[in-house]
C-alpha cells in the first residue's frame, strides 16, 4: 500500500531560522513509512517519490531528519530539476542548506546536454558542485561507470566545479578521444550558458599548394558587457606568419561598430601586407541614419593570395563610403560621399564621388488634382587624380496620372522634364546644361479566375503596354562619368504579358517582354525577354532569357533547376551565358523594363554550376559544387567534402580546386564545446 505524507524542513524550536534556508514542505510517498519520535526521523522504503517545489526524487530507501535537515538517499537514486538531473547510487543532502555529497554520481544539465561522472560529487551550494577525478562530456552515456566504456570525446579534470545553469572549471585538464589523451591544459573554463567568456577558441586548420600547412589560432577576449575583440595568430607555413584582430562594440541600440586589421608578412613575395575594415551605423533620429564603411588593402593582389574566399578573390575594385541618409512618409534625402580603388590596375582614372547629394519627393497626389508628382535632384563631384573633374547637378521632374478604364484596365499618362547642370565641358572650363524632356503613356491590366475546390488553383493574367518618346539631344560636349550623362533619344513600345498559376504558392510564372523601336536604322524589335519559374513539391526551375529575332539566336541565357529534399539531400544545376558583342541592357534611367538600349559585351560568358548534397546512411553526407567554364574549357573551382555528425560530435574535410592552387579544409564539432573550420566548408553545407 502507497503511503503518503506531507511535512515540513522547519528548524529545531530552540534555534532561530537559517536566513536563506528552504522552508518549503516536502511530499513524500513511499510503500513504508515509518516514523521515530525521539529522533524526529522518519525511514521510508519502496518506490519513493519526494516533491520539493520543482524538485523530484527517487530511490529505495530514505532516511530524513526533521530536525537537522539532514536526508539520506540510496539505491537507484534519481533526483531532477527542470531539465538536469542526477542519478546515482547514494546521496547524502541536507534540505535546509542544500548541501551534501553525491556517491558514484552521473548527472546531466545544460542546454546542450552535458554528462558529468564523479565518485564522489560534493554541492557546496544551491547550484554549485566539486569533484575530485570526475569526467564531462556530451556524448550519451547512462549513468556513472568506473571505468568509464570508451566515448567519441570527453574530458577528464582533477578538479571539477560546475554551475549547471553558468559554468564548468576544471584543473589539470585532458581531452580525450576514444578514453585516449590527446590534448592537456592546465585549466579549463567552459560556459554552459552560452554567454560571451574570454579565452582560447579552437583554431582554425587549413591546407593549401601555395600556403602550405595554416592555423589560424584566435582568443576572445570580453572586455565590457558593450564590447569584445578576437586576436588571432595566423601562421602558414610555406608564405609566413601574421596576425588578426577584430574589435566590436555596441554605444547603445542606436550606434555599433566593428574595427577588423589584418598584417601579414609574406616571406614568399617579400612584402609586409595588411588590411584594414571598419564600419560603423549610427541612428541620429527616427528618420535619419549614418553609415561608415572604409576599407583598405596595402596592395592589388591581396584578397587573390591571401584569401580562399571566392567573392573576395572576385573583387575588382574596393569602396570606402560615408552614407548619411533620411527617410520621411513621402521624402528622402541622403548624403555621400564615396572612394572606389580600383584593383586591377595601379591607373589614376577610378572616378570618385566626393561627394553627392541627392532628394527625392515619391509619387504623391498635388492637392485635389488627379495628378501625381515624382521629384528627384541629385548633386555629384566627380574627381579623378588623372583625367577630367567636374560636378555636376541633375534635376528630374515627372507627371503622372491614373485614368481607369472599364473592362480595360488602368491608363497612366506621363511627362517629366531633366535638367543637368555642369561645372564644365569636356572641351571648355565652364558651365554647361542640358535639358532633356520625356513623354509616355502606360496601360495595365490584371484578370485572375479560380479552378477547383480544396485545391483551388488561382490563374492570374496580367499584361503592360507602355508607350515613351525621349526627344534627340545633343550631347556630345558632355563628360561621361556614369549612364545620367548620355540618355539617348528614345521612341518605342515595350509590351509585356505575365501568367501566373498559384495555390497555396506560386507554382508556375511566365513573363515575356519585348520593345518596338519606331523609325529605328535597323531592326525594329528589340530581343524577346522570357522569364519562367515551375515549382512542384521539391522541384523547381528558373530561367531568365533573351532571344534575338534577326539572327535567331539567344543572347542571353541563366537557367537553374533545383531539387530540395529534406530527407534527401539538395540538387541544383545551372548555366549561365552571354554572347559577345552588343547584347540587350536591361532597362534605363526612364523604365527598368525596357529592352531599347544595347550594351557591349567584352567577352563572352559561358559557365555551368552545380551543387550537390546527399544524405547518406549512418549521418554521413556528402557534398559538391562545381563552377566549369565552358568557354575556356577550365574548372573555375571546383569543390567536395564529406560529413559526418554524432549526437555529440562531427567532423568535415572538403577539399576545393582553383586553377593556380588547391587546398584541404577542415571543420571540427564537439556538441557543447566547439565548432571551428572553413566558412567555405560551412557554406559548402548549407550552413
Excluded at 590527446?182 to 582560447?200: A, M
Aim: aromatic letters at 14%; proline letters at 5%.
Amino acid at each position: 500500500m502507497m503511503t503518503s505524507f506531507l511535512f515540513y524542513s522547519a528548524p529545531a524550536q530552540a534555534q532561530e531560522p537559517i536566513k536563506g534556508l528552504s522552508k518549503e514542505p516536502i511530499q513524500l510517498q513511499a510503500d513504508h513509512l515509518e516514523f521515530f519520535q525521539e529522533t524526529q526521523t522518519y525511514v521510508a522504503t519502496g518506490h519513493i517519490k519526494m516533491i520539493q517545489e520543482t524538485k523530484e526524487m527517487s530511490g529505495d530507501v530514505v532516511n530524513f531528519n526533521q530536525g537537522t535537515g539532514q536526508m539520506e538517499i540510496s539505491g537507484h537514486v534519481i533526483i531532477s530539476e527542470g531539465a538536469n538531473q542526477i542519478k546515482a547510487d547514494k546521496v547524502v543532502l541536507n534540505v535546509k542548506s542544500q548541501t551534501g555529497i553525491i556517491y558514484q554520481g552521473h548527472m546531466i544539465f545544460g542546454p546542450d546536454h552535458y554528462h558529468l561522472d564523479g565518485e564522489i560529487i560534493e554541492k557546496v551550494d544551491r547550484n554549485e558542485y566539486f569533484a575530485r577525478n570526475a569526467m564531462v562530456t556530451t556524448c550519451e552515456c547512462i549513468q556513472y561507470q568506473d571505468p568509464s566504456p570508451p566515448l567519441p570525446w570527453r574530458i577528464t579534470t582533477s578538479e571539477l566545479k560546475v554551475s549547471p545553469d553558468h559554468y564548468l572549471t576544471g584543473k589539470n585538464v585532458f581531452f580525450e578521444i576514444r578514453n585516449i589523451p590527446v590534448f592537456y591544459s592546465p585549466f579549463l573554463y567552459l560556459p554552459i550558458i552560452k554567454e560571451r567568456q574570454s579565452g582560447l577558441l579552437i583554431p582554425k586548420l587549413d591546407y593549401n599548394s601555395q600556403d602550405g600547412f595554416k592555423i589560424l589560432q584566435p582568443f576572445y577576449w570580453v572586455i565590457a558587457k558593450n564590447q569584445d575583440a578576437t586576436f588571432s595568430v595566423d601562421y602558414r607555413s610555406l608564405r609566413g606568419l601574421g596576425a588578426e584582430i577584430e574589435y566590436r562594440y555596441v554605444v547603445n541600440s542606436s550606434s555599433s561598430g566593428s574595427l577588423f586589421t589584418h598584417f601579414f608578412k609574406d616571406t614568399l613575395v617579400g612584402l609586409e601586407r595588411s588590411e584594414v575594415r571598419y564600419g560603423h551605423s549610427q541612428t541620429l533620429s527616427e528618420h535619419v541614419n549614418a553609415r561608415i564603411s572604409l576599407n583598405y588593402v596595402s596592395d592589388q593582389d591581396f584578397f587573390k593570395d591571401l584569401s580562399v574566399s571566392t567573392i573576395d578573390r572576385s573583387q575588382r575594385s574596393l569602396e570606402s563610403n560615408v552614407y548619411v541618409s533620411g527617410i520621411w512618409e513621402n521624402q528622402t534625402a541622403y548624403l555621400l560621399t564615396r572612394f572606389t580603388r580600383d584593383l586591377t590596375t595601379d591607373s589614376d582614372l577610378t572616378l570618385q564621388k566626393l561627394p553627392e547629394v541627392g532628394y527625392s519627393f515619391h509619387t504623391a497626389p498635388i492637392f485635389s488634382f488627379p495628378l501625381y508628382l515624382d521629384f528627384n535632384s541629385t548633386a555629384t563631384y566627380f574627381y579623378r587624380q588623372t583625367g577630367l573633374k567636374a560636378g555636376r547637378s541633375d534635376t528630374y521632374v515627372r507627371l503622372i496620372d491614373e485614368i481607369p478604364l472599364p473592362h480595360f484596365g488602368i491608363l497612366t499618362p506621363r511627362a517629366g522634364l531633366r535638367k543637368t547642370i555642369y561645372t564644365r565641358s569636356i572641351s571648355e572650363d565652364h558651365k554647361f546644361e542640358r535639358n532633356i524632356s520625356d513623354l509616355g503613356v502606360g496601360l495595365d491590366s490584371s484578370v485572375s479566375r479560380v479552378y477547383g475546390g480544396s485545391e483551388a488553383l488561382t490563374h492570374v493574367i496580367e499584361s503592360s503596354l507602355l508607350y515613351e518618346y525621349v526627344p534627340p539631344v545633343d550631347q556630345s560636349d558632355l563628360p561621361q562619368f556614369d549612364n545620367l550623362d548620355f540618355i539617348p533619344d528614345k521612341n518605342l513600345f515595350t509590351y509585356s504579358l505575365t501568367n501566373r498559376l498559384l495555390k497555396k504558392e506560386e507554382v508556375f510564372y511566365l513573363k515575356l517582354t519585348d520593345s518596338y523601336l519606331v523609325n529605328p536604322t535597323e531592326g525594329r524589335f528589340s530581343d524577346l525577354r522570357s522569364e519562367m519559374m515551375i515549382r512542384s513539391g521539391e522541384f523547381k526551375v528558373k530561367t531568365d532569357g533573351y532571344f534575338n529575332f534577326y539572327s535567331g539566336s539567344t543572347d542571353i541565357f541563366n537557367a537553374d533547376i533545383l531539387i530540395d529534399s529534406p530527407g534527401l539531400g539538395f540538387f541544383s544545376v545551372g548555366e549561365r551565358f552571354s554572347r559577345q558583342g552588343s547584347i540587350p541592357k536591361k532597362g534605363d534611367i526612364f523604365n527598368p523594363l525596357s529592352l531599347g538600349l544595347l550594351q557591349d559585351q567584352p567577352f563572352p560568358i559561358r559557365f555551368l554550376t552545380s551543387t550537390v548534397r546527399i544524405f547518406l546512411p549512418y549521418r554521413w553526407t556528402f557534398a559538391a559544387q562545381y563552377y566549369f567554364d565552358y568557354q575556356n574549357n577550365i574548372v573555375a573551382e571546383a569543390d567536395y567534402g564529406i560529413r559526418y555528425i554524432a549526437n555529440c560530435w562531427g567532423f568535415s574535410v572538403g577539399y576545393v580546386r582553383f586553377p593556380e592552387k588547391s587546398q584541404v579544409t577542415f571543420l571540427i564539432n564537439l556538441t557543447g564545446l566547439a565548432e571551428q573550420g572553413s566558412d567555405n566548408l560551412k557554406s559548402l553545407f548549407g550552413n
